[in-house]
């Protein structure tokens, strides 16, 4: 069963480590693959308007008790998060950077071109599929091996320290996220739920099939 999936699988295309320059074009093209659905998803979540991701959550329900941006605070989560690898033994790569950078061009073209559904069981729906999308971006980009996002490094750490399934780790990191961003007066919404509940699982199921097709 996927859900008890531990290890990222290594297939044909994986890099040798995530600290590789000059990876095989094979993996470089999974790599922006993986990261351009894993944007789209993210895209569609926020266009959706079903609930905010949970570190959404968590970055507002911040702003709304030290008082700097939104902005500012997901930048202070992202460095903290960061920090959090090296007691985890993670390592950044090119994957680490064009992360940012392919997520956040995707993210904008959602907003721009995607109409926002007006009625509301669609946009659960768009939710819904918007938490699928991601999970499938990202086992696809995470088999590429060359340095995963924030959160996708603090998973693959934390689950190796408690040696989880993959699926099991991601939704406690998610969930408890989710907690602490209501608490501190964060909104939560369906959206936000299906994606702290329903991430992990994604992301078990791709690493799955990822793994299925290409070895």
């Known amino acids: 069963m996927f859900l008890k999936i531990k290890n990222i699988p290594s297939v044909s295309w994986s890099s040798d480590k995530p600290l590789n320059l000059k990876p095989k074009f094979l993996t470089s093209f999974y790599l922006c693959v993986g990261l351009i659905i894993f944007g789209l998803g993210e895209g569609l979540l926020i266009v959706s308007s079903s609930g905010a991701s949970p570190w959404s959550v968590l970055a ?15 930048i202070f989560i992202s460095i903290a998060v960061l920090l959090l690898w090296f007691p985890l033994k993670q390592k950044p790569g090119i994957g680490t950077i064009l992360n940012a950078l392919i997520i956040g061009l995707m993210i904008d073209a959602c907003i721009r071109y995607v109409p926002t559904p007006e009625n509301y069981f669609n946009q659960v729906l768009l939710g819904a599929i918007a938490v699928f999308t991601v999970g499938l971006g990202g086992g696809i980009y995470l088999v590429a091996n060359l340095g995963p996002g924030p959160r996708d490094g603090l998973m693959i750490g934390l689950q190796k320290k408690t040696n989880l399934p993959i699926a099991s780790v991601r939704a406690v990191l998610e969930i408890t996220v989710m907690s602490i961003g209501w608490y501190l ?19 078990a199921l791709s690493l799955f099939l990822v793994n299925r097709l290409f070895s």
């Open 60 to 74: 507002q329900g911040l702003f709304l008790n030290i008082g700097f941006s939104v902005g500012l605070i997901t």
């Open 185 to 203: 007066g964060g909104t939560v919404g369906v959206g936000t739920l299906l994606f702290a509940f329903g991430i992990g699982p994604c992301i």
